[in-house]
């Protein structure tokens, strides 16, 4: 019975090879390059990032992507190699790390293809054509300032690091320098991973060890929607919960007015967007494109909720 | 392994010697589980506290689901590495078919009720499928189940739309006692473990199909020659595994009410190691249950330790967890044949 099978997969295979064409010659080809979905902000930058480039396609037929996701720097090297070789224009990447992506960047720059950094920069200054990235000390001091303010008189905190990455070092890095000299506490801090399922372990062995913790910084508002849970499990009361980036659901829990969550970090993964599509017009319409394009990490609050809130996204 | 080993391991299984070699060999996952508790209550004062060990038995009754059907994999000679990915598919189906049951069957015990024989078949399903390639299309376990772990892992991804599939909040009160729950006190997922594990113990160590699955895995040869069905007994151990994948992702969804791409990441690892801990050999022909539990417990509770003492750096959590895991196998190991 296998044996039909094969030969029927085989026959299968053949016809798929005759019908695929070669491709038309385009314009010019955008390579993109971002990490996969590993946890839910790159999930939603996926999401973003494909919906654009359907976006763009449409618009303008004669531009052409190619579309590139990588589930560790290496591969995202290997990826990069490949994209080069299918003669690109241009780059959009979203660096997994700077320091090893620097080199292969560097070599599809000295080649002529324009690029864009997304998110993360280089090791290197001035490889770069076009950078659009989130603000990340910002988003570090963004969640001190809200802590400092939310205790004036002194608090106790706990605090959920992400995945250990440049990224996750460059924020936590920021939160210490401005809770240095406060009345602020920082008990413990572990990795969760930005993970909803480690937040939620991480946090019930916080509650276990700490009698009196105020405030919690889990980093990333899917582990902040795990540290929700193991609160209310526990039937902790006074606990504030601080995530961060922007997920529509803590959104809207902050909108509603949540007894644990009453702020957000904007940090969003449709920060691809405008680097895809400024990428697309400088070879669309020939627009001049470069310099640096850097989106704010705001506190959201009750007030300004509703516009951030994006009910339909994934994320 | 020849025929002379197999035998050897299984005889040892079966009557343990009674030199103090053989008590460590046979009780080692245990011993090491007590020392580990040992190492905790020292640590912090939390750690013995009724809610902190309901907390941990609890956590693990997820994983601990899964390495039961593993136990059975694994003795039979086989591997499942999808299991993970495996659990990821099966809550985000689940979530999707109750959300969009909830209509017809309002927000009851119904409801719920449908969603657990949703992920049963689910999970058999994908079980049987992993089952017959590897039996019938008689491919290598290992391959078929790395392939199934990324098509799994995929399907979930492009369901998701890369972000998470959540259960409607209206519904999500039917469906929470079967994580926070407790009857007489003890949560509902420790009740779910106990009885999946001790029926588990019962089938592999005292029922006739327990014993051809530990034949198989000794010597498939001989079992086939000896008339038991190998065929069926091998695609029924990968059944058994998806349905255990399956019930343990009826006790996940509640927990959080949402399953993402990032759900049961490195499960496979986490189960297949609590497997060879608790004693199961990864060669196959001897398991044992209990072990498997213990295995669960003792990878549970390395990282409670980690969280409740906070005296190692995060950034070495990992080389700790690695290190008690080989010690854990190391305690159990007959070095006398040298």
């Known amino acids: 019975m296998f044996d039909r099978l094969k030969s029927i997969l085989a026959a299968g295979a053949v016809v798929i090879a005759s019908l695929a064409t070669p491709a038309l010659a385009a314009d010019a080809v955008i390579g993109v390059s971002i990490p996969a979905a590993t946890h839910g902000w790159t999930g939603g930058l996926n999401y973003h990032t494909k919906r654009t480039i359907d976006r763009m396609k449409e618009a303008f037929p004669n531009i052409d992507f190619v ?58 200054e001035g490889i770069e054509d076009l950078y659009v990235g989130g603000d990340n000390p910002q988003y570090g001091t963004a969640a001190a300032e809200y802590f400092k303010k939310k205790f004036p008189d002194g608090g106790k905190i706990v605090v959920m690091r992400g995945i250990p990455t440049a990224i996750d070092n460059i924020r936590i890095d920021a939160f210490n320098a401005a809770l240095k000299d406060t009345k602020i506490e920082v008990l413990d801090m572990q990795y969760a991973n930005w993970n909803p399922d480690k937040g939620f372990e991480v946090m019930q062995d916080y509650l276990q060890r700490f009698p009196e913790i105020n405030g919690v910084w889990a980093g990333d508002d899917d582990a902040a929607l795990g540290a929700i849970e193991a609160i209310k499990q526990a039937e902790r009361k006074n606990v504030t919960v601080l995530g961060g980036s922007g997920m529509n659901k803590v959104i809207k829990l902050v909108m509603d007015g949540h007894d644990m969550v009453d702020a957000d970090i904007f940090y969003p993964p449709t920060l691809i967007i405008p680097a895809i599509e400024l990428v697309t017009m400088k070879f669309a319409t020939q627009a001049p494109i470069n310099g640096r394009y850097v989106l704010g990490s705001p506190l959201i609050t009750k007030d300004n909720a509703a516009e951030y809130y994006f009910p339909d996204a994934p994320y | 392994m020849t025929d002379i080993t197999a035998t050897s391991t299984g005889d040892a ?43 941990v038995f609890t956590r693990s009754a997820i994983i601990g689901i899964i390495a039961v059907g593993a136990t059975f994999v694994i003795t039979a000679g086989g591997l499942d590495l999808s299991v993970g990915s495996l659990s990821a598919l099966v809550a985000g189906v689940t979530i999707m078919f109750m959300n969009s049951a909830a209509e017809v069957l309002g927000p009851g015990w119904q409801l719920v009720a449908a969603g657990i024989v949703c992920s049963l078949v689910v999970g058999a399903a994908a079980g049987l499928l992993n089952g017959v390639m590897i039996v019938k299309g008689r491919v290598e376990a290992f391959i078929v189940t790395l392939g199934a772990m990324g098509i799994f892992r995929s399907i979930i991804t492009w369901l998701a739309d890369g972000g998470s599939i959540s259960l409607d909040f209206s519904l999500r009160d039917a469906a929470r006692p079967i994580y926070y729950g407790q009857v007489l006190g003890i949560a509902v997922p420790i009740l779910v473990l106990a009885v999946i594990a001790i029926v588990g113990e019962l089938v592999l160590r005292r029922m006739r199909f327990g014993r051809h699955v530990a034949a198989i895995g000794s010597n498939r040869h001989v079992a086939f020659y000896s008339a038991i069905p190998v065929n069926r007994v091998r695609i029924l151990t990968y059944v058994i595994q998806g349905l255990c994948v399956a019930i343990a992702t009826v006790i996940y969804v509640p927990r959080l009410g949402a399953a993402t791409p990032s759900t049961g990441l490195m499960w496979e690892l986490e189960a297949i190691a609590a497997v060879i801990i608790g004693g199961t050999a990864l060669s196959g022909g001897f398991g044992r249950i209990w072990g498997t539990i213990v295995g669960v417990l003792i990878l549970g509770f390395i990282s409670n330790i980690l969280n409740l003492a906070g005296f190692v750096s995060p950034y070495l959590n990992g080389a700790f967890q690695g290190a008690i895991i080989i010690i854990a196998v190391l305690l159990q190991r007959d070095r006398s044949q040298g």
Do not use: H, Y
């Open chain 1, 67 to 124: 579309l590139a996701t990588s589930s560790s720097a290496t591969q995202q090297v290997n990826d990069i190699e490949d994209l080069m070789a299918r003669n690109i224009n241009a780059l959009v990447v979203l660096p997994f790390e700077s320091d090893p992506l620097t080199e292969p960047v560097k070599a599809a720059k000295a080649k002529g293809v324009f690029i864009a950094t997304v998110d993360r920069g280089l090791a290197e």
């Open chain 2, 13 to 55: 299984a079966v009557s343990p010697s009674r030199t103090l070699a053989g008590i460590f060999e046979a009780a080692g996952p245990l011993i090491a589980l007590i020392l580990l508790m040992l190492i905790g209550s020292l640590m912090s004062d939390s750690f013995l506290g009724a809610e902190n060990l309901s907390n």
